[in-house]
């Protein structure tokens, strides 16, 4: 940085709360700012196509009159992104959560649980812990789908939670998860993340829900996810209308790497470019087979290769 121009244009830190093609709020302390970008933020952009997103730790110059101008981003230490592959780039969704939380109701909507796989494969791209938590387990006609569900990913060392807001089941680990942490919360419309960001913290829910119908349902653009600071020093961003982070477009073995237990057991197959589907000698099906890997997993993992939605 020059320091003359420093001297003349003090510098700021903050973090954007949303994001709209060419404009930022950003929060700095406790203020907030509406800010232009520095043109140069939209050179070199890499594989991304998009310069800033929510959660983004931004420097500000010209900073007066709520306004300011940003002219750097810095280091991001995880991210959620969307592939877009007609345009072969990455869309910057959400930038340092700490915390991806995938919801899936037990009923009412459907348990679906591939999602999950699809959100864990998002969580591993962009470096992010995530956190599987199944709502409305109070509706679970037979709990054995959910406690296999709970047994399958916890032996993969992810997170599971089973709560209810009826029964209270799960609910202060919830908590625990949430406190002082920047967490992004994903999960299909009707699973129950109104109520629960209400139980959290008061009025959370009402605040998101406000900010989705004003974004309204139609919107896919990154400028949807908004921050909400809550009284811990944490944060919420919510995601409306991005239904999951999608991850078509992926290459396999890009998918492969998302799934530890494939990924391990690849080194068994017969052709080094083995994806896993259709060729001779898998070692990955053949794991499938002696019960290693999951045939769950095993068919989220082939469905993602494939471009297939969840419920196809
Ligand atoms: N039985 C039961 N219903 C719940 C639970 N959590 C939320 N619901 C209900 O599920 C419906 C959808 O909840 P909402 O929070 O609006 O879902 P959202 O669309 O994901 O924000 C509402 O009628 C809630 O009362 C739960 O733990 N158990
Ligand atoms: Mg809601
Ligand atoms: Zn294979």
Redesign the pocket.
Known sequence: MNPQRTESSPQVRGIVLRFQRKSALVRSGEAEFQCALRKGLFRDLGRWSNPIAVGDQVVLEEVRDGGGVIVQVLPRRSHLSRVRPEARDEQIIVANADLLVA?V?AA?PTFRPRLFDRLLVAAHRGSMPCLLLV?????AADRAPLLAAAARYRALGVEFLL????TKEGLPEVARAFAGRVVVVA??????????L?HLYAGL?QAT?EISSKWGKGCHTTTSAAWFSTPDGGAVIDTPGVRSFAIQGLEAVEVAEAFPEIWAERVHCRFGTCTHDHEPGCGVKAAASAGRVSPERLDSYQRIIHGLDEDE
């Open positions: 919801m109701a009412d709502t409305k387990a109070d509706l709560t209810s807001l009826l999960g299909q419309s009707g699973v129950g993340k109104s109520s629960l209400n829910g829900q």
